[in-house]
C-alpha cells in the first residue's frame, strides 16, 4: 500500500526550503490543535529517532542475511514482513558482496526509512518553532563552523578552527 501523493492544495506553502517546511508545521499545529509544549515534542523526537534505528536495525539484519545467503524475512512477531517485489527479490537472490547486500537491503527498507526521517524532520520544525530558531539559518551557520573545525579524532571532536 502506497501512501497517498498530496496535492499543491493540501499545502499552505510550496513546502520547498525548511522555512517553507517550519510554517506549514505551525500551520498544521494551528489547524490541528496539537501540543505545542517543547518538551512533549523532544520526547515526541526521540521516539521517532528510536523508530529510525528500529528499521536501521531491520536493514543490518537483512544484509546479515544476503551475505550469508539467505533471503528470509525477519521471524520476529514485532517486525512486519516486507512485501518484496520480484525485483527485489531477484537483487537479494543476486546479492553476494556486502555492498550490494547493503544496496539490496536499503532498496527493501527505503520507503519505511524515509517516512521516520520525515517523522524526524517534522518534530525538527516543531521544536525549531517553539523556540523561535530558523532551522534553514541555525544550519547554515553551523555548517560554516564545521567547514573551519577541526577533529582530533573520530569520537572525539575538538572545537579548534583552522
Not at 3 to 23: C, G, R
Not at 106 to 117: I, Q, V
Request: glycine fraction near 4%; hydrophobic fraction near 45%; include cysteine.
Amino acid at each position: 500500500m502506497s501512501d497517498p501523493k498530496p496535492t499543491a492544495a493540501a499545502f499552505p506553502n510550496e513546502m520547498q526550503t525548511l522555512s517553507d517546511f517550519q510554517a506549514f508545521h505551525s500551520w498544521l499545529d494551528q489547524k490541528k490543535g496539537w501540543n505545542e509544549d517543547l518538551n512533549y515534542l523532544t520526547v515526541l523526537l526521540t521516539g521517532e529517532l528510536g523508530e529510525v534505528a528500529q528499521v536501521v536495525k531491520k536493514i543490518n539484519w537483512r544484509v546479515e542475511l544476503i551475505t550469508a545467503g539467505a533471503a528470509a524475512t525477519p521471524a520476529d512477531a514485532e517486525t512486519p514482513a516486507v512485501a518484496a517485489t520480484p525485483a527485489v527479490a531477484e537483487t537479494l537472490a543476486g546479492a553476494a558482496s556486502q555492498a550490494s547486500a547493503r544496496a539490496a537491503a536499503l532498496a527493501e527498507y527505503r520507503a519505511a526509512l524515509g517516512s521516520e526521517l520525515a517523522d524526524c524532520l517534522a518534530y525538527l520544525c516543531k521544536i525549531a518553532n517553539r523556540s523561535g530558531v530558523d532551522l534553514h539559518q541555525a544550519y547554515v551557520q553551523k555548517m560554516a563552523y564545521n567547514v573551519q573545525r577541526v577533529w582530533v579524532g573520530p569520537d572525539h571532536p575538538k572545537d579548534e578552527t583552522r
